[in-house]
């Protein structure tokens, strides 16, 4: 009897310890969940602020496909709950960019108090550029999150909501908290659960705050990063102008979030906060002429650096790695993967400048914004003595922003922009939607290797007009495109790792087929649709 039921005891031990087993390696794949967030406020006890609403889509920059990739191993059970998917109900013409964070307001000066923290994990599906949805992870509903402001002494306290909808676990970790885990090992939290923990600042600078989730590459990857501000004793100088500026890349494949091009370290986007054009157009950053100018800086990563540059200007002084020392007359200042820099610089001439990571190959990819400053112009500083094209704004981005002049500006709010990606052999976004009647800027980007080029089938423009054209391309294609534009057909060409930009209008409404015209690229898989409505 004793070894009989030994034997059934060892038997439900076995199937006991092979069950937590099974469901730990299913936890483990599950990485985290994904945030909007509800805010921070300084006052003890404070309730969150609602959940912000999806900002207008601005005028787009270009940014490039990648090569579809294969994550080997354990990506397979990881997909299941991956960033960039979401629902496939949910239309993308519908979808808007995330909106943008705000500047926490300056401490100034007063004495070390409890300061409250809200934060909230949420997925929320956006553009990460036209007509590209994702599924971004975000503290608040943005990206970056909200920055946290703070003065050296304070106790602050941070809540962490995981949202009931979220698929994965979240956490935190600030590089402004002097602990385990930066509050990594505190806020641990599945959907549906809220910790809360307190750190003291203890050393004045900008720091980063991240999920830290294992995965915890992926986890930023899609987003889940801010900056922390530990203003010194007596707050930061007073300037007239504040922003808040992170920069990320971002690894997707058909709109979903790659491993593999992850590990590889091969962004499809490098962008400012959280999408391409995201601070270009109506979203740009505003100042006047006179106007004292700070910038918080951050990289989220995860894996990049950013050499960050304003086009047009030199930082007065920076305070590199968000120290709280100072160099002065910086053009060019070098931000690590996790780190952070604050510039400060005075706005002489008014015009449209523009910020770029100076590995400037990274403007394609979407690294660039817009500061726009109005005022009086002021020709002891800076003006133009002889300019034979003047219609030609150049800069580092070449024809990547939106910045340039009051014409370029204007002319924004009247012209549709749209990007589309070339590759070994796809479009992206292979469906291209239009207004009929209104003017259409497209511009073609080439990520390819060979050229590729895009005609409209069927269509007859109303007119055609090629603004930039690719260098490099063949002969035959730059006749066959100044042929077919002249005779109203929407056709744009492109040689490998070039660009070209047409506008045309359409008033014809219906679905026309596109295509890539260089023998056996349609074959192969480029091709697509245009469809213009109303």
Not at 282 to 299: C, E, H, N, P, T
Not at 307 to 319: K, P
Not at 352 to 364: A, N
């Amino acid at each position: 009897m004793i070894n009989a039921i030994s034997k059934k005891t060892w038997t439900w031990i076995s199937i006991l310890v092979v069950l937590a087993l099974v469901l730990a390696a299913c936890g483990a794949s599950y990485g985290t969940p994904v945030p909007q967030v509800t805010g921070y406020n300084e006052q003890t006890g404070a309730p969150p602020t609602p959940t912000p609403t999806l900002a207008p889509s601005p005028s787009p920059s270009p940014s490039p496909s990648p090569t579809p990739t294969q994550a080997a191993g354990a990506q397979t059970d990881h997909n299941m709950h991956m960033g960039g998917q979401g629902s496939a109900d949910q239309s993308v013409a519908d979808l808007q960019r995330l909106p943008l964070p705000k500047v926490a307001p300056p401490v100034g000066d007063r004495p070390p108090k409890l300061v409250k923290v809200y934060l909230e994990t949420k997925e929320v599906r956006a553009l990460i550029d036209d007509n590209v949805p994702y599924t971004f992870w975000t503290f608040n509903g943005t990206v970056p999150g909200p920055m946290i402001r703070v003065r050296v002494g304070d106790t602050v306290e941070i809540t962490l909501k995981n949202s009931m909808d979220s698929k994965m676990y979240h956490s935190i970790d600030l590089h402004a908290v002097n602990g385990p885990g930066g509050g990594s090992t505190v806020t641990q939290v599945g959907p549906g659960q809220t910790a809360v923990f307190r750190f003291k600042a203890l050393n004045p600078g900008v720091y980063i705050y991240h999920c830290a989730t294992p995965p915890v590459p992926e986890h930023i990857a899609n987003g889940m990063y801010g900056l922390v501000v530990v203003e010194p004793a007596g707050g930061l100088p007073k300037v007239d102008r504040e922003f808040y500026v992170m920069q990320g890349d971002f690894y997707v494949d058909n709109g979903q979030f790659s491993l593999q091009k992850m590990l590889d370290e091969n962004p499809t986007y490098v962008v400012f906060n959280g999408s391409v054009g995201s601070l270009q157009g109506s979203r740009a950053l505003q100042a006047k002429v006179g106007d004292r100018v700070r910038i918080f800086f951050g990289v989220g990563g995860p894996n990049l650096a950013s050499s960050f540059h304003v086009i047009g200007e030199i930082f007065d002084r920076v305070a590199p790695e968000g120290a709280t020392t100072w160099e002065k007359n910086v053009g060019v200042t070098l931000v690590p993967a996790g780190g952070t820099a604050m510039v400060e610089f005075r706005l002489n001439e008014p015009g449209d400048y523009t910020l770029v990571d100076h590995s400037i190959g990274r403007t394609m990819k979407g690294a660039v914004g817009t500061l726009h400053v109005e005022g009086k112009s002021n020709p002891s500083i800076y003006r133009s003595i002889k300019n034979p094209n003047p219609a030609m704004t150049g800069g580092h981005g070449g024809s990547q922003g939106s910045y340039g002049s009051e014409q370029s500006a204007s002319s924004q709010k009247s012209v549709a922009s749209i990007t589309v990606r070339a590759s070994e052999f796809k479009f992206e976004p292979s469906t291209i939607k239009v207004q009929a009647g209104k003017t259409t800027r497209v511009t073609f980007i080439n990520n390819g290797v060979v050229e590729h080029d895009l005609e409209v089938k069927g269509l007859k423009a109303d007119e055609v007009k090629v603004l930039g054209q690719s260098s490099g391309l063949s002969q035959q294609l730059a006749s066959q495109m100044q042929q077919k534009t002249s005779e109203g057909v929407v056709y744009v060409a492109a040689a490998p790792k070039q660009q070209t930009t047409i506008e045309f209008k359409a008033s014809q409404e219906g679905t026309y087929q596109v295509a890539c015209t260089v023998p056996g690229h349609e074959q192969a898989g480029m091709h697509g649709e245009l469809v213009v409505s109303k």
